[in-house]
């Protein structure tokens, strides 16, 4: 008892103890502001990745309002004008659909990254699973949105541009609009749920 009173008290004694405390708190720390950063960056990637898609699934639907504004406004264009509008547009809808299934691909890696990395509560996996399914059906509607807009817009080679076409386009911004805010939700509750 006196030999252990009088080693607590020598300053080798408690550099040592010290030391044996840093040696297993400091990983401990580390390793914890190293995780926090990770999933920082992380949902930083998935939001930016989300803003990306969005932004052009937007370009497109604009693509479309340009091509119904070119086309509406000007009642003395032939049928081969109109097809060479169409081929001009149809080319740009090829690009931007090219960068919106790139963007794709990579939301969908952002997805194997966060189990691969394992970010999360194994409890929470039925759940992330969920909301990036409803977070995927947004932009999967966005995309077949648009698809059916080049298809009923650019390839068909018999188009006339109508009522039915002019509502078409209009209610293309609405639903884009909604799929936009689900797939936003989503995004929030998944990034929530890593938070927690």
Known sequence: ???????????????????IITYILIPIIQEDNIK??????????????NNDIGFE??????LFENFAWEVGND?????????????DYLKKSI??????????????????????????????VPLIEEHFKL?????????????????KCLRDKNFKYDKPI???????????????RIQFQHLNRICGILND
Request: proline content about 1%; glycine content about 2%.
């Open 135 to 151: 977070f995927y059906q947004g932009i999967n509607n966005s995309i077949i949105e648009s698809k059916n807009l080049v298809n």
């Open 36 to 49: 926090r950063k990770a999933m920082a960056e992380y949902e930083l990637r998935l939001v930016n990745a």
């Open 1 to 19: 008892m006196i030999i252990m009173e009088k080693l607590s008290k020598h300053p080798i004694t408690i550099i040592i103890l010290g030391s």
């Open 75 to 87: 009642s003395t264009l032939t049928e081969v004008q109109i097809q060479e509008i169409q081929d």
């Open 166 to 180: 002019q509502e078409l386009i209009l209610s293309r911004k609405e639903k884009l609009a909604e799929y936009d």
């Open 95 to 124: 690009i931007i659909s090219t960068r919106i299934n790139n963007l794709w691909f990579s939301i969908k890696n952002l997805k194997n990254e966060l189990y691969l990395f394992d970010y999360h509560d194994k409890k929470d």
């Open 57 to 62: 699934l937007y370009e497109m639907y604009f």
